[in-house]
């Protein structure tokens, strides 16, 4: 498994870049993972956006950019333009869980 | 992690009014979009039902001529049924709920997602003459009704997809 030195820590990450153990996630960890998908600053938006995803993850909630956009956290088009291209795979990626299996 | 190499833009036309063939060229291009590629969908011919108002969130699918077609449980669906009156409405009703159940969205709402995320909804001027139809028919958001030149031209650079 492929590991990697984040914000001083060592990461487990699978073949694609994702976090395998989310007990490793930090903020610090996060806004690493984001220079790396070319977002530069994370605002308190993508925050807001990051904790929803993670809740919805504990709550084994099937995430899609229309759930996303439904949320009342954020629109489609907000979401678009806080990670642009691909706003579902590298929000999910930069929130440490898993990129979500959905084709919508 | 060696990076394959990415398509960058796909312009996806749509030719068909089936409700499976709709939603192909929906779910291909927001997958695009999904991405990070760019997109655009055309829509052409019998595709224009997907953007006609009246029509996009009550398309139906073909129940004679559907050798896939099966009964609720995997029975076989007798082609004989499917010619009776009102059949293909309820297999079309009950599909799309079974869709609604996976979070599909109606067709209205999936060429807003499509919109918000940056793609390019296209209509086909000669099919919309064909039709008699009218602007205002069609999804309010439309980038524009195009000539075949000029969708050409908006899909320079990337892969055309007819479905």
Sequence with gaps: MPQKELAGKTIDLDDKGYMTDFSQWTKEVAIELAKGEEIDELTDKHWEVIEYLQKCKQENVTLSIRKVGKSGVTTIKELYALFPGGPLKKSTMIAGIPKPASCI | ?163
Excluded at chain 2, 31 to 54: C, H, P, Q, V, Y
Excluded at chain 2, 82 to 106: F, Q, T
């Design chain 2, 1 to 163: 992690m060696e990076k394959k190499e990415k398509i960058k833009k796909v312009s996806i036309i749509c030719a068909k009014g089936s409700l499976e063939d709709v939603y192909a060229s929906l779910v291909m291009t927001n997958g695009a979009l999904m991405e990070g590629i760019e997109a655009n969908i055309f829509f052409t011919f019998f595709g224009l039902d997907a953007i006609r108002k009246n029509k996009m969130d009550k398309l139906h699918t073909g129940t004679v001529g559907n050798p896939a077609m099966e009964m609720p449980g995997g029975l076989p669906f007798p082609t004989i049924l499917g010619s009776l009156p009102g059949v293909e409405a309820g297999v079309s009703a009950m599909m799309r709920k079974e869709m609604d159940k996976l979070d599909m969205p109606p067709v209205s709402e999936f060429l807003e997602i499509i919109t918000a995320s940056g793609g390019k909804v296209y209509a086909c001027l000669l099919a919309i003459e064909m039709f008699k139809l009218k602007k205002e028919d069609l999804y309010d958001d439309l980038d524009g009704i195009l000539t075949i030149g000029d969708f050409y031209q908006e899909a320079a650079g990337g892969q055309i997809i007819f479905t």
